[in-house]
Nanobody, 124 residues
Framework: QVQLVESGGGLVQAGGSLRLSCAASGRFFSIYTMGWFRQAPGKEREFVAAISTSGGRTSYADSVKGRFTISRDNAKNTVYLQMNTLKPEDTAVYYC?????????????????WGKGTLVTVSS
């Protein structure tokens, strides 16, 4: 069992930056591929970024490539999402999730564990 707790959300102006963190409990954090997803009001949850167990491979949605960076620290059982050059369309609840698949096979339906989310609001 893995429990995930996100933090770092908040209100930021367009063009600004935020760093989200996701702290995981449990002894086997390093065996999970970790992903960030988001869900805007009235929309379906969508993939944002993923990182492999070792951190050596990453994957991003086209909408965030070049602006967001995912990283992880297995010693701290934590995964991060650095978000730069934020846009109003990035406004959403951001969720951390864990699964056992390739970063290129990440899907909402294939994740095993989810956090409760943290709200990011980008004002124009």
């Amino acid at each position: 069992q893995v429990q995930l707790v996100e933090s770092g959300g908040g209100l930021v102006q367009a063009g600004g930056s935020l760093r989200l963190s996701c702290a995981a409990s449990g002894r086997f954090f390093s065996i999970y591929t970790m992903g960030w997803f988001r869900q805007a009001p009235g929309k379906e949850r969508e993939f944002v970024a993923a990182i492999s167990t070792s951190g050596g491979r990453t994957s991003y949605a086209d909408s965030v490539k070049g602006r967001f960076t995912i990283s992880r620290d297995n010693a701290k059982n934590t995964v991060y999402l650095q978000m730069n050059t934020l846009k109003p369309e990035d406004t959403a609840v951001y969720y951390c999730a864990a699964g056992q698949m390739s970063v290129f096979a990440i899907r909402v339906s294939t994740m095993d564990y989810w956090g409760k989310g943290t709200l990011v609001t980008v004002s124009s």
